[in-house]
């Protein structure tokens, strides 16, 4: 597939693997990954610690295995990730199945690496491998009328522990504009330090939109529906007070129960001062567009 965006930061800029497994500090930078021809880092950025292999793998989300933060470390074993499909069906040419494997053989993968900003106001830094979610769905043929798509988790009592609890309405559900899904910056990821996904991590792939919080990039995806209408997201659902739609990253606008105007940097000390938070978590330069006449404090 073709190349839309290309990646001005290396290794050097970051920290070589084995460094960052040994927790050397990498200095300012991570976060001004920009389009081509636009990639200036921002100047707004202070140093940033780095985040190590155990940091990205054992400190997750992912209530389908409980909601400690260590719970889908312990548990996600259970998930059978071999063979893997996804559907993806509305309004598409080529509607259908699709083997993982077969996608990923039509697929470019390539480094990304992303600030992730959670909405609990923590961060970190991920360097993901993944390709453009938009070279999958123009595999699949976006349709003339389509204007948002849907995604699914995949829901399996037998190997997800957590879904016997309400904490949500399963199976997990995320929904993006279709404009934001066809970003050059919107991926799926399939690796992580080039390796293969951690299944706490979302394995076999994952949604990344680095601009939005955390919950918005969706894990162990098996269905994709493109539509022309706002489709249903989980935490949405669950409290419409507390989680919009778009979920953008905002200093200005806070969660109803915290401030979103700073954020703890994870790997950076439990008594590390909390640093601002960008406003789309530092691509405001690339994304802004996208709102551009919104009140994004009422489209939260």
């Given amino acids: 597939m073709a190349h839309r965006w ?40 202070e140093a940033l610690e780095p985040n190590t292999w155990e940091d990205i793998t054992s400190y997750n989300n992912y209530y389908e295995f409980g909601t400690r933060k260590d719970d889908p470390a312990k548990y996600a074993h259970t998930l059978v990730t071999e063979p893997w499909s996804i559907k993806i069906d509305g309004l598409v040419d080529k509607p259908g199945e699709y083997d993982f494997n077969d ?33 999958l769905l123009n595999l699949a043929g976006v349709q003339e009328g389509a204007k948002y798509v849907a995604f699914e988790t ?15 309405d399963w199976p997990y559900r995320e929904g993006l504009r279709l404009d934001e899904a066809m970003h050059p910056l919107t991926i799926m990821a399939t690796g992580i330090y080039g390796k293969p996904i951690p299944k706490q991590n979302g394995a076999p792939l994952r949604l990344v939109v ?16 493109l539509s022309d209408v706002e489709p249903p997201i989980s935490w949405n659902m669950a409290n419409p007070r507390e989680y919009g739609f ?55």
């Fill in 6 to 45: 290309t990646n001005t930061l290396t290794h050097a800029d970051v920290t070589p693997r084995a460094a960052f497994l040994n927790r050397r500090q990498v200095m300012a930078g991570l976060a001004g990954v920009g389009l081509a021809g636009l990639a200036q880092r921002s100047e707004a950025q």
């Fill in 103 to 135: 996608v990923m053989s039509e697929m470019t993968v390539e480094e990304r690496i992303y600030r992730f900003r959670c909405v609990e106001a923590w961060s970190m830094v991920v360097p993901w491998n993944g390709f453009e979610l938009a070279d």
């Fill in 154 to 168: 995949a829901y399996r009592p037998d190997e997800m522990p957590g879904v016997q609890y309400p904490v949500l």
């Fill in 210 to 225: 680095p601009w939005k919080y955390g919950f918005k990039s969706i894990k162990s995806i098996v269905r994709i529906t």
């Fill in 246 to 300: 778009y979920s953008n990253v905002n200093p200005n606008v806070d969660h109803p129960r915290w401030s979103q105007a700073s954020e703890r940097q994870l790997g950076s000390g439990l008594f590390a001062k909390r640093v601002p938070t960008l406003m789309f978590n530092g691509y405001e330069q690339e994304v802004a567009g996208l709102y551009e006449g919104m009140d994004l404090s009422k489209n939260f």
